[in-house]
């Protein structure tokens, strides 16, 4: 049994120029212990996707599983019993923290919504600074008195609290200084072999998905184009998208930068108010043809062992 | 103006901001030289004094606080710290432009592309607003904008953010200046259009040889951009090198621990990054000797007391640090 | 790790940097002590005659601020005064905080149709003109203070309610209140305990402006005779000295002095308040 399965899942917004479907039918599963990085452009309904596991938008379609159990018929209680499976870590340190909550409050929310008793909680807080990396003394204090990878420190204690077996990691380190970032990835990194958590890891950054991931989902406009292992897709990525956006990722070695033949993807994003017919990327997609401009394609096993959405691959 | 003259010589700049908290040394004595069709990247954290640099070269700091306090930038062989403003205005934008990070908040909302293009035209040439109209018409294919004729009539918050800049782009070297300066220019912009960005930049450049400094956080984008780097750290310029020099055998502990930390796509995945312990220091809490010294795994006991100079351990190289010049 | 100052002490800091408030500030405390400790001062009934009608100030040393037309020591009834006024003030401003905070949480928080029955309703109080509507309601419910305080309440609400939802629209889709729902907490909790405290310090400036005005719609009211008439309100005193306005104006002059005083250090505070609070002022 995988820990989180999606089948089908649409998230819809009605928006003064219409209805914007942010996710269009995403399916997709995943296993204990395992790290999936999800990227794509923005716009491309990734974090609308992590907010919908979370129940924080309106899903309009489609299942999602954890566990097991579906959580759309979910009463409140029930809900909150899942909640402890799985948490979620935000992407702007300076947003995520209550700036009038001490440290030590932020943090023991969760703990206090389960109705953890004061001096257990008190204890758990101490634990759960510790295994992030921060003083004790951290819990009297304000968010203000923090750097921004110290917010996320604490960000992550805070989805830590409960032992959850998932956590949602929403763009956690693209505010982040460079030095900053691999000590946040370094400590998801421990805290996943120490914990055996798993995380849905959102990010638009190709290079610090391929450091942290086991597997890799590619989105397009609400649509999921290609998923599969991170070596796969990075060695012979299928989907004329994937390849376009691995040929962008800019790669922090002057040699290699130099030595790969570059085609740029022309064009931009196509507004999500309204995609173009069939499938989204065919306006910019270098093997368009006449059917990908009628018939959307579906996720289906590809030649490198992944599953790609295309009719050409 | 002697013919011979660098496109722009910055010689021992200094930056302060004055604050209630008390004095900064946002730039500590930055020295610099950009050469014809050149690329120099300035890379650091945030805090590291590299947008201030920039707006310092553009004479374009707020101030209060920041103010230039000593060195010179010699823009074509001429200082121009000492300038009044007014001669500044005929400068910028003329001999020298500049690219922001954010495209959207960086054009006038409520005016037309065209007539913002067309404004700086009429401002720094003697074209009439006619020719200006042409000229915009031609910046606009030269910049890459889809369907550009239709464009002109478009307001910025009609385009995308990659169009966006390639409209800030086409105002920067509308009167070809000599100097661009790039201060994270596709930092706000998803990774294709990133492409899309860096390979037209390059591509002007080459064209009309310009000088170009390019600020970014991001050494992939330096990787694909730069000719040379310098790498910043709390005001000072710790690390000049080629770029190919810079990322083989960087010598200063910041540059190692920066190019640690960042994962390279393609290369061998390592187990854990290298990554640098600490934070950087607030600029009115730095340390007495090196600045890095508290999360440097190199330090010695020289560092804490004494401010390394920059020394040149290797041709074209600039390095300060006590442990990489002893070897 | 940065070290920064206790924020209260930096709240005290930021304030007191502002000379007109500080100014402010102690008169107003001046005032609150007198209302305090009025009878400390004057143990006597302020309303007893106690001397002869209309003596000028300085006239008896017995009375600094002279008497008036009925020989009443109007010092006393100043300082007495004192405490009506600021207690209308202060009353009408909580009632009118407390229906406007209120409000505008709901409005700004849940949005849709609350938001926009909330709003349509604040309009409407807004397009009848505020005196006249304090005047209707006391007439209909009759003269006596808690009508006075709750009608004064009920017409400075929307500033408030607008204020408190405009920072609710801003602060509900942060990521910090995501967490909380992400965490299944109820939204009345959310409101109050994680929203609320944000969103206070713009809220607390207005409704230091509010009491000012309450008390300037105070004393309108009773100037224009329809006052408690069991309580010696400054208003009062100046509706009282109307007849003798062209021989002894002092009578109205006196109390209405110590309005405008108390008014424009209230705003005084509001804006040492408004600076204190406003974070973007910060560090400049």
């Known amino acids: 049994m995988s820990l989180l399965s999606l089948r089908d899942v649409r998230v819809q917004f009605n928006t003064a120029g219409g209805v914007v479907r942010a996710v269009n039918g995403v399916s997709l599963d995943l296993a204990v212990g395992e790290t999936l990085g999800l990227v794509g452009e923005s716009g491309c309904g990734k974090s609308t996707l992590g907010k919908a596991i979370m129940k924080l938008v309106p899903v309009a379609g489609g299942e999602i599983v954890v566990e097991g159990v579906d959580i759309a018929p979910l009463n409140r209680e029930q809900l ?65 008195e923090f750097s921004g990878g110290q917010r996320q420190r604490i960000g992550i204690a805070r989805a830590l609290a409960l032992s959850p077996k998932l956590i949602i990691c929403d763009e956690p380190v693209s505010a982040l200084d460079v030095s900053v970032r691999a000590q946040v990835i ?65 790669i922090a070695n002057p040699k290699l930068a130099r030595a790969r033949q570059r085609t740029v993807l022309q064009g931009e994003l196509p507004s999500p108010l309204n995609p173009p017919p069939g499938c989204p990327f065919n306006s910019r997609c270098p093997m368009a043809q006449d059917r990908c401009r009628v018939e959307k394609p579906v996720l289906r096993p590809v030649s490198n062992g992944a599953q790609a959405a295309c009719h050409f691959v | 103006m002697g013919g011979s003259a660098l496109p722009l010589e910055i010689t021992d700049l200094r930056t302060t901001l004055f604050t209630r908290r008390g004095e900064m040394k946002a730039v500590d004595g930055l020295s610099l030289t950009v050469g014809a069709g050149e690329t120099v990247a300035l890379v650091g954290e945030s805090g590291c004094g590299k947008s201030l640099s920039a707006l310092s070269i553009m004479r374009l700091l707020p101030d209060p606080p920041a103010r230039i306090v000593g060195g010179q930038v010699k823009l074509n062989g001429r200082d121009i710290v000492p300038l009044p403003e007014e001669t500044m205005l005929g400068i910028r934008g003329k001999e020298i432009g500049m690219i922001f990070q954010d495209p959207l908040s960086s054009l006038n909302p409520v ?33 890459g904008m889809p369907d550009a004729a ?178 | 790790m940065q070290r920064f100052e206790f924020p209260r002490f930096e709240f005290v800091g930021r304030f007191a940097r502002n000379r007109g408030a500080l100014v402010g500030a102690c008169l107003i405390l001046v005032v609150a002590l007198m209302a305090i400790f009025a009878s400390v001062f004057f143990p006597t009934d302020p309303l007893r005659i106690v001397g002869l009608p209309e003596l000028w100030p300085g006239e008896d040393p017995e009375f600094p601020l002279g008497t008036d037309s009925l020989g009443r020591d109007i010092l006393s009834m100043i300082v007495h005064g004192a405490r009506a006024t600021l207690l209308i003030g202060l009353f009408a401003s909580a009632v009118a905080t407390i229906i406007g905070v209120g409000v505008g949480a709901i409005a700004g928080y849940f949005g849709g149709w609350v938001d926009e029955v909330s709003m349509r309703a604040a309009e409407l109080f807004q397009t009848i003109p505020n005196l006249i509507f304090v005047l209707t309601i006391v007439v209909i419910l009759g003269s006596t203070l808690t009508n006075i305080v709750i009608a004064i309440g009920i017409v400075s609400w929307t500033p408030i309610a607008r204020m408190t939802r405009a920072e609710f629209l801003s602060l509900r889709d942060r990521e910090f209140v995501q967490a909380c729902r992400s965490m299944g907490m109820s939204d009345f909790r959310i409101i109050v305990s994680e929203i609320l405290p944000n969103a206070l310090p713009p809220v607390i400036v207005l409704s230091s402006l509010v009491v000012a005005g309450a008390i300037l719609f105070e004393s309108a009211v009773s100037f224009l005779g329809l006052g408690d008439p069991n309580v010696a309100s400054w208003g009062r005193l100046v509706g009282d000295g109307r007849q003798l306005i062209r021989s002894s104006w002092y009578i109205c002059a006196i109390p209405g002095i110590a309005i405008m005083i108390t008014v424009l250090c209230l705003n005084l505070v509001g804006d040492g308040l408004n600076d204190a609070l406003n974070p973007k002022l910060r560090d400049r």
Not at chain 2, 111 to 118: L, M
């Open chain 1, 80 to 144: 909150t019993e899942m909640r402890r499976k799985v948490q979620m870590i935000f992407q702007d340190p300076y947003g995520s923290l209550n700036p009038r909550s001490t440290v030590g409050r932020s943090v023991a929310q969760p703990l206090v919504l389960a109705g953890w008793k004061a001096d257990a909680t008190a204890e758990r807080v101490e634990t759960l600074l510790r295994w992030v990396g921060l003083p004790s003394d951290a819990k009297q204090r304000y968010p203000h």
């Open chain 2, 150 to 327: 239709r464009r002109l009539d478009a307001y910025p918050h009609q385009l995308s953010g990659g169009m966006c800049q390639r409209v800030i782009i086409a105002m920067a070297i509308a009167c070809s200046p000599s100097v661009l300066i790039a201060d994270e220019p596709t930092t706000a912009l998803d990774v294709t259009v990133q492409a899309q960005v860096l390979a037209l930049l390059k591509k002007l450049q080459a064209d009309a040889g310009m000088a170009m400094i390019f600020i970014t956080h991001d050494l992939g984008v330096v990787a694909e951009t730069a000719d040379r780097v310098v790498v910043m750290y709390a005001g000072r310029k710790v690390e000049e090198a080629s770029v190919d020099e810079l990322f083989e055998s960087p010598l200063h502990p910041y540059t190692v621990g920066l190019i640690g930390a960042t994962p390279t796509p393609g290369a061998a995945r390592a187990e854990r990054l290298a990554d640098i312990p600490g934070m950087v220091p607030p600029l009115n809490a730095l340390p007495q000797g090196c600045a890095f010294a508290p999360r440097c795994k190199r330090v010695m006991d020289r560092c804490l007391t004494e401010k390394p100079n920059l020394t040149v351990p290797g041709a074209g190289r600039l390095v300060a640090c006590f442990a990489a010049e002893g070897g």
């Open chain 1, 186 to 250: 370094n400590l998801l990194e421990d805290l996943k072999s120490q914990f055996g958590v798993s995380y849905l890891f959102i990010s638009h950054d190709l290079s610090v998905v391929e450091h942290i991931a086991d597997r890799v989902a590619v989105m397009y406009l609400g649509m999921l184009f290609e998923i599969g292992g991170r070596d796969q897709i990075w060695k012979s990525p299928q989907h004329p998208y994937t390849k376009a956006l691995l040929a962008a990722a800019p």
């Open chain 2, 111 to 143: 005016a037309t592309v065209e007539k913002q293009i067309v404004e700086v035209l009429m401002t720094h040439t003697e074209l009439g607003r006619g020719q200006a109209r042409v000229r915009a018409h031609e910046l606009l294919e030269l910049v």
